[in-house]
């Protein structure tokens, strides 16, 4: 049995909250950490959170630098370190060209 879930981002979606929903619908956070770490991407932390805004409960999805990763050469890159995480995972999706954009940073 296959299932398809469809998304109406009228006002966007972002990553972490995304991924929060799909953890809420069932994802296994064991099984997306060990995906994850298939990838060539160190230096990160995931964290998994039940959270309640506005009477709204809800799983909070975390991405965290691990401090040491977080220094650069010129001091606190955290950007940087962030911009290289996305364009390696977005580089494992079929068509892309392995990190190409990096140096444009």
């Not at 060990?34 to 809800?58: F, P």
């Amino acid at each position: 049995m296959s299932y398809t879930l469809y998304l109406d981002c009228f006002a966007g979606a972002s990553g972490d909250m995304l991924l929060g929903a799909l953890l809420d619908c069932g994802l296994d956070f064991e099984h997306l950490k060990a995906e994850l770490s298939k990838l060539d991407v160190e230096g990160y932390q995931l964290s998994l959170n039940r959270v309640d805004r506005s009477g709204i409960s809800a799983t909070k999805f975390d991405v965290r630098l691990i401090e040491e990763e977080r220094r650069h050469k010129d001091g606190d890159d955290h950007a940087m370190t962030m911009i290289t995480i996305t364009i390696t995972i977005t580089d494992h999706l079929p068509g892309s060209k392995d990190n190409q954009h990096i140096p444009a940073f």
